[in-house]
């Protein structure tokens, strides 16, 4: 087996927020890794209220677009996005669901293993924050095979507040989010303020979650050398040492 006696996870710190973030071509990565098989995906689901900004914030994030014409989603969508984390391929799959009560059954078949959840509300309808508590506990309640899942805390249409409007909603939100335990982030998919660096930091935790139940298998000597995790547990090192310069690039 590996000797793993060097590693630390205490080491592993907390990402600078807002996530700071280099292209790929100026990251140093002195270990040659193959692609480890079993780091692929990552499912994130986004929940919330009707007309809070859900598919906006797909398709801004996924196709580069914004539409100011509503139409509201039915049942589920999703899209997928690679990225490059450390030169290692990592998929994004982000379901969009129905804000609409009657679909949400619909819905929940699909909440099943999310990585990551993102609760969105609308930060010019303060209202549509008291919903979150319920979306994430029908969430929880269906997608509990993944034993804690990232939940992000999404106030969106940032651009419609003023600066003094926004400043009393993201108290507000601040503590919401503290509750749910959740991160809150506040975008806006009609300029794009925020959108990358929020799935960029939900991947980014989510990969390191991944590597980390790999190097833990490791360690449980229940992997064995030539296994692909080998791959993951080094680069995990080499990934919790450069916290500073993680890398992504999204692909074309
Ligand atoms: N100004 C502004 N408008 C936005 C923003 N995001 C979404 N909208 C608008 O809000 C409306 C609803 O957006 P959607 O993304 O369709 O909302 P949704 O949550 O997916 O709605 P449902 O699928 O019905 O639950 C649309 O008219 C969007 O153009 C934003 O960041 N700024």
């Known amino acids: 087996m590996l000797d793993c006696v060097d590693f630390n996870y205490e080491e592993i710190k907390e990402f600078p927020k ?59 969508d999703f899209q997928t996005e690679q990225l490059n984390i450390l030169g290692v391929p990592y998929h994004l799959q982000i ?39 319920n979306w994430l506990r029908d969430a929880l309640e269906v997608s509990n095979d993944i034993e804690s899942p990232f939940i992000f805390l999404v106030g969106s249409k940032k651009d419609l507040l003023s600066e003094e409007a926004y400043k009393n909603v993201e108290d507000i939100a601040e503590k919401v989010a503290k509750n749910l335990n959740a991160e809150f982030w506040s ?40 296994s692909d995790l080998i791959c993951m547990y080094l680069m995990r090192f080499s990934y919790s040492t450069n916290l500073g310069c993680c890398s992504f690039q999204k692909e074309p």
């Open 187 to 226: 975008v806006s998919s009609k300029t794009g303020e925020n959108i990358n660096d929020l799935f960029f930091r939900a991947a980014a935790l989510s990969f390191d979650e991944h590597l980390k139940s790999a190097c833990e298998k490791i360690n449980r000597n229940e992997i064995h050398i030539g």
């Open 95 to 133: 379901w969009d669901t129905a804000g609409q009560e009657r679909f949400k059954c619909i819905a929940q078949c699909y909440y099943r293993k999310a990585h990551v959840i993102m609760l969105v509300f609308d930060l010019s309808t303060i209202r549509t924050l008291a919903g979150c508590k």
């Open 18 to 76: 807002p996530f700071k973030y280099t292209p790929y071509n100026k990251f140093d990565f002195s270990i040659p890794v193959r692609t480890p098989l079993s780091l692929k995906v990552c499912k994130i689901i986004i929940l919330g209220d009707l007309c809070v900004g859900k598919t906006s914030l797909l398709n801004r994030f996924c196709r580069k677009v914004f539409d100011s014409n509503y139409r509201t989603t039915i049942g589920v």
